[in-house]
């Protein structure tokens, strides 16, 4: 009888080890489709495509939904989150929350980041605070993102009736800036 209680616990917690590592290797699995774009483990290498390591996993959840539902414009993200299920998502968010953020690597113009100093200050502190790099309450980190990728959120940001989810008080702080004026935004995130 001894026997047959610690043969079933052992045989228990081998089972539980073997989910535990194929839900972690699933996870990382599905972190492979995502590197073509968005980099090895989140770190994108490309200009105008955002790193997703270590964002809040809430905030790419509700990004994966809303590309899902079709309630954030894509290129082809929504095609993509469309191949997800839920608890694939979940599991990818998890993965991505876990891995280590490396800054953007860019050249820029000290004077124009000066100039997006100012703008954040008088615009975008309230919410995005420690320059960008605060990423609790769903806010994704933008301080070291690449500005390309800045740019053409903030942008798209300013289009009337784009599907692009930001709270009210980040399109009305967006309101009114020029071009000039959201590429010095993005270089200062940029350069965190």
Not at 24 to 42: D, K, N, V, W
Not at 72 to 90: F, L, P, W
Request: glycine letters at 8%.
């Amino acid at each position: 009888m001894l026997r047959t209680i610690i043969f079933s616990s052992v045989l228990v917690s081998f089972l539980a080890i073997i989910s535990v590592n194929a839900t972690e290797r699933s996870a990382t699995t599905l972190s492979y489709a995502c590197a073509g774009c968005h980099g090895t483990a989140g770190v994108s290498a490309g200009t105008s495509i955002p790193s997703l390591a270590g964002l809040p996993s809430e905030y790419f959840i509700e990004a994966m939904q809303k590309f899902k539902n079709g309630k954030r414009g894509a290129t082809i993200m929504d095609r993509i989150a469309k191949a997800y299920s839920n608890e694939e998502i979940v599991a990818m968010a998890g993965f991505f929350e876990q891995q280590t953020w490396v800054a953007a690597s860019i050249e820029v113009d000290a004077e124009v980041v000066a100039q997006g100093q100012t703008i954040h200050e008088d615009k975008c502190a309230r919410c995005h605070l420690a320059a960008g790099k605060y990423t609790e309450y769903r806010l994704p980190r933008i301080g070291g993102q690449w500005a390309d990728y800045l740019y053409f959120y903030m942008k798209n940001a300013q289009i009337e009736g784009f599907k692009q989810p930001q709270p009210k008080l980040m399109k009305k702080s967006l309101e009114g800036l020029t071009e000039a004026e959201l590429t010095a935004l993005a270089q200062f995130y940029a350069a965190q």
